[in-house]
């Protein structure tokens, strides 16, 4: 009999964001998966190896490691460990994401490692403290999305050329990053191949090899976003913010959202 593959859920706080300290206790642990968006784990101490799907890496802090949603990981410590864990998961990044936030977490998800450079290790530190601080139960404030985009941003800045970038070509993070920017989206996977100059067989494709998911997927899933966002945070109406997401009549967008979510746009909207 086939052991199902463990799935952790780290980050059951309403807010569906976590940050909190790395545990100390933290030696070898089975491999499993996250129910989660992102996990980024901070090491500044620490020694051993950290497995992710098929590759092993050596842990040389300070280092960033980035595990993607469905992604198998183990840890092998050999040493006490000491950093922090950031784990966001799918929910928060549904509700709460920002186009500048969405545009710096795909292009973090390009790496699996990053290697932080000592110029670097003391503010990305004490944001990872303040984060911490600031780590909200509920809705997170303007306070920690500030700080959360200014970690973000930190540890893209001047990234050094040993780390690796994960994602071959990047085209299905130039589909996503070419979605965000839509203020009319239209629902159809050819229109945008064809704006990013490919066709929709190598979008496709670019898709399942960078995140494992279909472009109509992403496609959907952003769609879906977009909607709950306006439907939650805008005065729109639901025929108005069926428009903007590309639907003919208020009848088809309120189908599609349902489909997809198991309520009416409109309850959501209440």
């Known amino acids: 009999m086939n052991s199902p593959i463990e799935i952790k859920d ?10 909190e300290a790395f545990r100390k206790n933290t030696r070898k642990t089975n491999p499993h998966k996250h129910n989660s968006y992102l996990e980024l784990v901070y090491l500044s101490r620490g020694s051993g190896t950290h497995a992710i799907d098929v590759t092993s890496y050596d842990i040389e802090p300070p280092i960033l490691f980035i595990i993607r949603q469905d992604q198998l990981h183990f840890w092998d410590m050999t040493a006490e460990p000491e ?40 503010i990305v530190e004490q944001l990872f403290q303040l984060l911490v601080l600031e780590a909200p139960q509920t809705a997170p404030g303007i306070t920690f999305l500030s ?3 200014a970690l973000l941003a930190k540890l893209l800045t001047n990234l050094p050329s040993g780390s690796e970038r994960k994602n071959g070509s990047g085209l299905c993070q130039r589909y996503i990053e070419h979605l965000s920017r839509q203020e009319h989206l239209v629902n159809n996977v050819s229109h945008h191949a064809q704006l990013l100059h490919t066709t929709p067989q190598n979008l496709n494709a670019a898709c399942k090899k960078e995140t494992g998911h279909s ?20 005065r729109l109406s639901v025929a108005e913010i069926g428009y903007r997401l590309g639907f003919k009549d208020n009848s088809h967008f309120t189908k599609y959202f349902k489909k997809k979510s198991g309520i009416n746009p409109s309850t959501l909207k209440k």
């Open 215 to 234: 472009a109509s997927d992403i496609l959907s899933d952003h769609i879906m976003a977009e909607a709950k966002r306006l439907l939650l945070y805008t």
């Open 147 to 149: 700080l959360l985009k």
């Open 10 to 19: 780290k980050a059951k706080t309403g807010s569906g964001i976590k940050v």
């Open 83 to 122: 950093g922090y864990v950031l784990i966001l998961k799918k929910a928060f990044a549904d509700d709460f994401f920002d186009h500048e936030l969405k545009y710096l977490f795909s292009q973090l998800q390009h790496h699996t490692t990053i290697s932080i450079p000592e110029a670097h290790v003391a």
